[in-house]
């Protein structure tokens, strides 16, 4: 049986994550923009399909590598911490451009755009290190299956992104004309980015806990 406790804060975490734009977010958002929401859709796809490689293998102890090899979380913890850097960095130096502004992208055929959204969440260092080390501290010992715990967490974490980012990716194309005619409030958009992506960075760099175990 899984905590209700355990239940929200997983919910909280994932919420507040995907809300913060990152590769997931920037890749949707562009597809949406300059394809249409079919191609957001499609690309979302790739994205969910994403989302359940990250399950499988971390329930299936993909943890254990990491607390066995306890150098290599640090060197994804802080690969992941200068990635979430530069794309704030993207977003904060002069010249950058808000994830919703309009850019000229080629139009890609429902394959690739699927692929593509797989390997962008496959490759996304927030993804992997809500899996392998915040998802697993709300599994309680006490409360039973530790295994169904990992995927009944995961799957509230895999329904909350895909909402939240299927709600994206329809209205992105009225946000991005909405922002087009305001542009001070895409400067805005681009600097609250910018800031949220830094602050997770330095988050996740400092952070000095050991991943947990959820197998």
Excluded at 137 to 151: H, K, R, T, Y
């Amino acid at each position: 049986m899984v905590e209700l406790s355990g239940v929200l804060g997983v919910g909280m975490i994932a919420l507040g994550m995907v809300l913060t734009p990152g590769p997931n977010m920037i890749y949707l958002v562009s597809r949406s923009i300059t394809q249409g929401r079919r191609a957001g859709v499609v690309s979302l796809g790739g994205v969910a399909v994403g989302f359940l490689v990250y399950l499988l293998a971390t329930n299936l102890g993909l943890s254990v590598v990491f607390l066995a090899v306890p150098e290599l979380y640090v060197a994804v913890k802080l690969a992941g911490a200068g990635y979430l850097a530069y794309l704030a960095w993207c977003a904060l130096r002069p010249g950058g451009v808000s994830v919703f502004a309009p850019k000229e992208m080629p139009r890609d055929s429902p394959r690739r755009l699927f692929t593509m959204g797989l390997m962008t969440n496959l490759l996304n260092p927030k993804i992997a290190i809500m899996y392998l080390s915040l998802i697993p501290q709300f599994i309680s010992l006490e409360a039973g299956n530790v295994l169904l715990q990992g995927f009944v967490l995961g799957s509230v974490q895999i329904a909350v992104a895909l909402t939240v980012n299927l709600s994206i990716v329809l209205a992105a194309g009225s946000i991005a004309v909405f922002l087009a005619r305001r542009p001070s409030w895409l400067r805005a958009q681009r600097y609250l980015m910018g800031t949220a992506l830094g602050l997770l960075a330095v988050s996740v760099a400092t952070d000095t806990s050991a991943p947990a175990t959820s197998g």
